[in-house]
């Protein structure tokens, strides 16, 4: 049977924090438009690689926590689950309870432990018509007296995510140019497809997914996730307005093969959107 590993250890980029190996019975599965609000709401006409080494975040939040000098607090006491076997991953239901255990808990456990942090993390909340599957809130400051959204996760069935269709939207790998921007965004505008973005497939349903999810909650930071694959999406080009998501949008994708990473990247994923989100 495997060690338990403390939470504090956790989020190291390291084979023992890989997530548990639950089988996929479905192989793949095609995302779903559903809502006018996903339909009535635009893409970004590209993505780049994702400017920011979310682990790296992580790394360096951990670093600095309390824990980190502290041998009996609570994050270097408590441990991660060990894996249950009884997991069967049927729905998008049984993704959300893996994900609750081994990949949520953990972060939101080392975020409420902060003592810089104040923050809440719910499920099924509304904003403008909308509702995600969990939303993460900064707590009150001297911007904003009110709890604020700084990000959100959206959980999907096995099989939905499909890393190789966000690759093809992809441009750049680096911060393009403004030009380089400019003629990108003609090009997706000729597109034979009429969808306007370099996003298709489910991706393109994915996308404007979250793209509605960061219009609503008024952050550009949102992830998706199926356990085959981890997508941070960061909108960095959202104007101040937060009525559309920008030109183009930053991305990473970390597949199950490097779910070790997947816990430290979500947790530098939501400390930077902690820091950096709109206050209001």
């Not at 009996?72 to 069967?88: F, R």
């Not at 996730?225 to 990473?252: A, I, K």
């Not at 070790?260 to 902690?274: E, N, P």
Request: charged share 10%; with cysteine; proline share 8%.
């Amino acid at each position: 049977m495997a060690q338990p590993v403390r939470i504090s250890h956790s989020f190291a980029n390291i084979p023992g924090n890989a997530l548990p190996n639950y089988p996929n019975p479905h192989g793949n599965a095609s995302a779903i438009m559903s809502g006018d609000s996903t339909r009535n709401t635009d893409p970004p006409y590209f993505a780049i690689a994702a400017q920011n080494n979310w682990h790296a975040f992580s790394t360096n939040f951990m670093a600095n926590h309390p824990a980190a000098a502290t041998a009996n607090h609570p994050l270097n006491v408590e441990t991660v689950y060990l894996p249950e076997a009884a997991a069967h991953h049927n729905s998008e239901g049984d993704v959300v309870r893996s994900a609750a255990m081994y990949l949520l808990h953990p972060a939101n456990q080392a975020l409420s432990t902060h003592p810089n942090i104040v923050t809440r993390c719910q499920s099924e909340a509304s904003a403008n018509g909308i509702r995600s599957d969990i939303t993460y809130y900064r707590g009150p400051t001297p911007q904003n007296p009110n709890f604020k959204a700084f990000a959100v996760i959206e959980f999907k069935k096995r099989g939905v995510i499909k890393p190789n269709e966000f690759a093809t939207a992809v441009r750049f790998p680096n911060h393009p140019t403004q030009p380089q921007a400019d003629v990108t965004v003609q090009a997706a505008l000729s597109l034979a497809n009429n969808k306007e973005t370099y996003f298709d497939g489910d991706a393109f349903v994915l996308i404007k997914q979250a793209a509605s999810y960061a219009v609503a909650h008024r952050t550009p930071y949102i992830a998706l996730f199926n356990w085959d694959f981890l997508v941070l999406v960061h909108f960095s080009q959202m104007p101040q307005t937060m009525d559309y998501v920008g030109d183009y949008c930053e991305l990473q994708v970390i597949p199950y093969a490097q779910s070790a990473s997947m816990r430290g990247a979500l947790l530098g994923f939501l400390a930077h959107a902690y820091q950096n989100a709109p206050a209001v």
